[in-house]
T-cell receptor, first 108, second 115 residues
Framework: DAKTTQPPSMDCAEGRAANLPCNHS???????VYWYRQIHSQGPQYIIH???NNETNEMASLIITEDRKSSTLILPHATLRDTAVYYC?????????FGSGTRLQVQP | ETGVTQSPTHLIKTRGQQVTLRCSSQ?????VSWYQQALGQGPQFIFQ???????GRGNFPPRFSGLQFPNYSSELNVNALELDDSALYLC??????????????FGPGTRLLVL
């Protein structure tokens, strides 16, 4: 699976949009971009995934650049409960390969 | 809530012992994957079971083994426990094919401490 690069940490004010970037410059044409988050000591929670089109669901939006070398996860109105580690994963195989993720701290 | 359950929630064992962890997959899901998450790191893939057969394995020694039952629940067995096996063990289920690229939904995990 392609390697991903994420900033180790980010802060966001409560009620504002949180924009989490991910670089995946070696992504192949059939590899999906997945986002999961993990709140302290819980199991990872699926957020969203996409191949090349932008995607939106009730939790977030995923913006993938046209060349697919990077993506951004957008939480439109961050709350304190969104404080977590967010993992960007590029996947083609059956296993999810987790990196170190971005620790998002939502500030009141 | 994903519908994936794991038991027990916490477990303490001593070095050299054996442990069995259990996972019930989400209703309708036929594929179970197991991951190990050491403190401060991301989860690492152990193996996956699809319709009762192992369907892929990560870089873990043979003392890590598993089973999947006809109802698609699963067990992870670890023999000859080592201190480094202390971790959060995560189970994820998906409605899969053998290619198994479907979205995986995780349970809450079992925290194992080896003394």
């Amino acid at each position: 699976d392609a390697k991903t690069t994420q900033p180790p940490s980010m802060d966001c004010a409560e009620g504002r949009a949180a924009n989490l970037p991910c670089n995946h410059s070696t992504i192949s044409g059939n590899e999906y971009v997945y986002w999961y988050r993990q709140i302290h000591s819980q199991g990872p929670q699926y957020i969203i995934h996409g191949l090349k089109n932008n995607e939106t669901n009730e939790m977030a939006s995923l913006i993938i650049t046209e060349d697919r070398k990077s993506s951004t996860l957008i939480l439109p109105h961050a709350t304190l409960r969104d404080t977590a580690v967010y993992y960007c994963i590029v996947r083609v195989a059956r296993a999810l390969t987790f990196g170190s993720g971005t620790r998002l701290q939502v500030q009141p | 809530e994903t519908g994936v359950t794991q038991s027990p929630t916490h477990l303490i064992k001593t070095r050299g012992q054996q442990v069995t962890l259990r996972c019930s997959s989400q209703s309708g899901h036929n594929t179970v994957s197991w991951y190990q998450q050491a403190l401060g790191q991301g989860p690492q893939f152990i193996f996956q079971y699809y319709r009762e057969e192992e369907n892929g394995r990560g870089n873990f020694p043979p003392r890590f083994s598993g089973l999947q039952f006809p109802n698609y629940s699963s067990e992870l067995n670890v023999n000859a426990l080592e201190l480094d096996d202390s971790a959060l063990y995560l189970c994820a289920s998906s409605l899969g094919s053998k290619a198994a690229q479907e979205t995986q939904y995780f349970g809450p995990g079992t925290r194992l401490l080896v003394l």
